[in-house]
């Protein structure tokens, strides 16, 4: 049987076990979300031995190089020797600047570093609060603010958002691997009409890049859809309508469960250069693709970050 050791400790295990469940199992606590490979969090580094990975294209040449690898994807397969990824050595230190409630239930986190972090629209962040950490996506813009913002969905109870409703004005926070994800802004894009549907806080890293697009100039037609498990959750309304009173290309719509039966039969094309971008839970990323791709949007004019729940 393999063996697995990290640090002092060491024991055996089967062959093909998943690491993390190993890791975790007994008693090395490594944090997770999604177990899909899409959010970072369980991030380890293979000092000795080398896993079976199911998702070697989640990393980049660079991390494979230097051992890392998302311990929910990999099965130990002979002697391992794992690093486990500690904030408070391998993260980078920030500080809260600002936290306060967008809505009843989304909490608005701004952090700022020592160093700047170079990042685009559209990437997400894992964020470490203490030993728990959760990838949240970046709602802001690089070349436009000094911080770091993050919209949490905190309707449910978890241990990051539990964490962090508790943080206060000057408190660290340790930041971990930065991604980017199938969100962005191509200035390429600059004349074709662009799709921006967004369910919950999957509107946060749509509306960075919304205001990357309007950075540019973005000369075509910008949709913007915002559906929200009520309406005293559209809680970026204000600030959206007030980018659209100003611009003639730019349209935002809010739509609510009650109504998205028949928001989503309306929904038309008007033209077949049309992009569009999606973010938020499987669900309504499935039914904002599969109603696009009823209406005619090609297969590969339609970027989706779905936010996966913790498994």
């Known amino acids: 049987m393999p063996e697995l050791r990290v640090g002092e400790r060491h024991w055996s295990v089967a062959p093909g076990s998943n690491l993390l469940d190993?890791?975790?199992?007994?008693?090395v606590a490594v944090p997770y979300s999604c177990r899909a490979g899409s959010c970072h969090a369980c991030l380890v580094q293979c000092v000795q031995g080398v896993p079976s990975d199911n998702r070697p294209d989640a990393l980049s040449a660079e991390q494979r190089q230097q051992g890392w690898r998302l311990a929910c994807q990999c099965q130990v397969v002979e002697d391992l020797q794992v690093h486990t990824f500690d904030p408070q050595v391998d993260g980078r230190p920030a500080e809260v600047v600002a936290v306060d409630w967008l809505s009843a239930s989304v909490l608005r986190l701004r952090l700022t570093t020592e160093r700047p972090l170079r990042y685009s629209a559209g990437q997400h962040l894992v964020l470490w609060a203490g030993n728990v950490a959760r990838p949240y996506s970046?709602?802001?813009?690089?070349?436009e603010d000094r911080f770091l913002e993050f919209h949490l969905d905190c309707r449910q109870p978890g241990a990051?958002?539990?964490?962090?409703?508790?943080?206060?004005?000057?408190?660290?926070?340790?930041?971990?691997?930065?991604?980017?994800?199938?969100?962005h802004y191509d200035p390429d894009w600059h004349t074709r009409p662009l799709w921006l549907l967004a369910a919950g806080t999957g509107l946060a890293p749509l509306f960075g890049v919304l205001r990357e697009a309007l950075r540019q100039d973005h000369q075509g037609a910008i949709r913007v859809i915002h559906l929200a498990h009520e309406a005293s959750e559209h809680?970026?309304?204000?600030?959206?309508?007030?980018?659209?009173?100003?611009r003639s290309n730019l349209s935002?719509?809010?739509?609510?469960?009650?109504?998205?039966?028949?928001?989503?039969?309306?929904?038309?094309?008007v033209s077949r250069q049309t992009l569009a971008l999606v973010c938020g839970a499987p669900d309504s990323v499935d039914?904002?693709?599969r109603r696009l791709y009823l209406a005619g949007l090609p297969r590969n004019q339609l970027l989706a970050d779905v936010f996966v729940p913790r498994g």
């Open 252 to 269: 935002v719509e809010f739509w609510t469960p009650a109504g998205l039966p028949q928001a989503l039969a309306q929904l038309r094309l």
């Open 160 to 183: 990051f958002s539990d964490a962090a409703r508790q943080l206060k004005i000057g408190d660290p926070i340790r930041l971990g691997e930065l991604r980017g994800g199938a969100l």
């Open 287 to 289: 039914a904002f693709a």
């Open 235 to 246: 809680y970026l309304a204000k600030p959206l309508q007030a980018m659209a009173d100003g």
């Open 22 to 27: 190993a890791l975790n199992q007994n008693g």
């Open 138 to 143: 970046l709602a802001s813009l690089p070349e």
